[in-house]
């Protein structure tokens, strides 16, 4: 049996104590840095070593606070598009888009090698585009009965949303908590990249479908290869609430469908940036709740409700913030750049860019919250990126691969273990049944990451 992973929360105040130390320890030095189209560029050649100023236990207390301070813009953009998603949520669109569907494959058994992909695409969208993570707790509960009314195992279940929405959360556009988080610290244009990370997106998707129904085709020549459960009376999809997909559920989709659009178009276009964003998912939440009828009431509880499940990210966000304070107060962040580069300097950058891979998979393990380890790590890598001549896009990509490849396997992530424990799937069986998609997975990572070094895919 597993024990309980420390929290977070512990590990980042860990992590605090562990850079106050290296203050002591690791010489302090400075790059120059200069101005160029509105980005701050480290200056290569230009690292000396300055005088030491090695933080003391205080920091301990002062550091969360300014990391606060520092990151509120951040903080104040995690809360609100929770909020405003929660608002969505609760409208009952999205439930009620996805029941039609499973309504579908109940009626239409002769359809179910169709409807499988048609829901794993729905959840790479999800995760694509609002990092689903979380919510595939609930809809489990909904897809576990459905894979085995069609005569699949949990595992079938299981891998419909998690796995699919994954695959989007890794190959993710715009998911405004890792990717829209990485490109603010990148100093990039939230949303901007699209054209490519569309591309990464449909590849994960394919792979996790294609590997999904291989799995099933094993399923039906011979049904005794699947894992097995006994049933769960409490899972019967005829048991659960039936959400009509009335005419109002269907427009707040379609102006959901259109928010997304005009996130990238004003992102690239017309310059918006957090405050627009955030403007632009408040306003679909309150349209939304308007136009379904949601009482005031319950509009406000459902942000409230989506804002209080934000705080731990915020908090994490904030005390991440506070690592990196006690790193420039002690002058160290240049000095690790500068070790980095040196480590790193004398490969080609296309394999640079896959170790700048393999950290961000490490960090993860331990910092299992994209919108934390974005703000951890990207203030590093995105200069480490500009010292190897690697464009920052990319970097953002080795971040949002390394986050979200590795959150289907790591038994730090409290979703991965609570889609395993609902399931009743051991870790060491999901482990056995998940690997070779992890090996593809990554290898897809790798070349995709290396795709940039050779084609200009980014936009100038």
Not at 195 to 207: D, Q, S
Request: overall charge neutral; charged content about 15%; hydrophobic content about 55%.
């Amino acid at each position: 049996m597993l024990k309980k992973s420390p929290d977070a929360l512990v590990i980042i105040s860990v992590v605090l104590l562990l850079f106050i130390a290296l203050t002591w320890i690791i010489p302090a030095g400075e790059y120059a840095r200069e101005i160029v189209d509105d980005k701050t560029i480290v200056v290569a050649g230009t690292y000396e070593s300055v005088k030491s100023n090695p933080q003391g236990l205080g920091s301990l207390l002062t550091a969360p606070i300014k990391g606060f301070v520092g990151a509120a813009h951040i903080i104040a953009f995690v809360l609100l598009v929770g909020g405003a998603f929660s608002i969505l949520s609760a409208t009952g669109s999205l439930d009620a888009g996805l029941g039609s569907v499973l309504k579908y494959a109940r009626s239409n058994p002769g359809m179910r090698h169709l409807i499988i992909p048609l829901l794993m695409v729905f959840f790479s969208l999800a995760g694509c585009t609002f990092g689903m993570s979380e919510e595939n707790l609930v809809f489990i509960l909904i897809t576990i009965p459905l894979a085995r009314s069609m005569g699949y195992d949990n595992i079938v279940g299981i891998a419909i949303p998690f796995i699919g929405a994954g695959a989007g959360f890794a190959g993710a556009v715009i998911n405004p908590f890792t990717v829209g988080i990485a490109q603010g610290i990148s100093e990039l244009p939230v949303g901007s990249g699209a054209g490519y990370r569309w591309v990464v997106w449909a590849i994960f998707t394919i792979i996790a479908i294609a590997f999904v129904m291989a799995y099933v085709f094993k399923l039906e020549k011979n049904p005794e290869f699947g894992f097995k459960t006994e049933p769960d009376s409490d899972s019967d999809p005829q048991a659960m609430k039936d959400v009509p997909f009335n005419v109002a559920r269907k427009v707040v989709l379609v102006l959901f469908a259109i928010a997304i659009g005009l996130l990238m178009y004003g992102s690239n276009f017309w310059g918006w940036y957090i405050d627009e964003i955030s403007a632009l998912f408040l306003a679909l939440g309150l349209i939304a709740a308007v136009i379904t009828r949601m009482k005031a009431s319950e509009t406000v509880s459902a942000f409230t409700i989506g804002a209080k499940d934000m705080l731990v990210a915020a908090l994490i966000i904030g005390l991440s913030r506070g690592v990196l304070v006690v790193a420039e107060d002690g002058k160290i962040i240049d000095t690790v750049l500068y070790a980095m580069s040196n480590a790193v300097g004398d490969f080609p950058n296309y394999i640079s860019v896959q170790i700048m891979f393999v950290v961000q998979g490490f960090i993860n393990v331990f910092i299992p919250s994209g919108s934390g380890q974005a703000a951890i790590t990207m203030p590093i890598m995105t200069p480490l990126a500009d010292l190897l001549s690697i464009d920052r896009q990319t970097a953002v990509l080795a971040f949002q691969f390394g986050d979200g490849l590795l959150n289907l396997i790591i038994p730090t992530s409290g979703v991965t273990m609570g889609v395993l424990a609902i399931g009743k799937i051991p870790y060491n069986v999901w482990m056995k049944w998940v690997w070779k998609l992890m090996v593809i997975f990554i290898l897809a990572a790798m070349a995709l990451l290396a795709v940039p070094e050779f084609i200009d895919v980014w936009p100038r």
